[in-house]
């Protein structure tokens, strides 16, 4: 198996949903963000990532932690998240390779299809958060 290293966001609206994307040929709504390059650091690629997939800008991050799983849009590889709560500025909207965005309670039920990164990861971390 090979190892993806990404960095994500988790951003939140008023109402507690979570910002989440899924990219064209994919079943699976995941965070928004992307590969970290090898000279980035991981703040980096997800101001670099969220600008081409949302077009919006960061206007702070926090880091909430690192988080493992099977990667959904890449066989037989495990992703690697270091995952930042992140506020914005801007209105995002879908970028080339995004096909939709949706917003999504950490507690379910979930309409869609969420990443097992995401969903045995990072949603346990906020609804812990958000109770």
């Not at 994307?21 to 994919?26: A, I, L, M, P, Q």
């Amino acid at each position: 198996m090979s190892i993806i290293r990404i960095a994500c966001a988790v951003i939140l609206d008023d109402s507690g949903r979570v910002l989440l994307v899924r990219k064209h040929d994919s079943n699976h709504f995941i965070q928004p963000g992307g590969k970290i390059e090898a000279s980035e650091r991981p703040l980096d690629a997800l101001e670099r990532e969220i600008r081409e997939e949302l077009g919006v800008t960061l206007k702070g991050a926090l880091f909430l932690g690192r988080f493992e799983d099977v990667a959904v849009n890449e066989r037989e590889s495990v992703v690697v998240a270091e995952v930042f709560t992140a506020r914005i500025h801007g209105t995002p909207t879908p970028g080339a390779e995004i096909a939709e965005i949706g917003w999504f309670l950490p507690r379910g039920p979930w309409p869609r299809l969420i990443a097992p990164l995401t969903a045995r990861g990072v949603f346990p971390v906020l609804k812990g958060m958000l109770v």
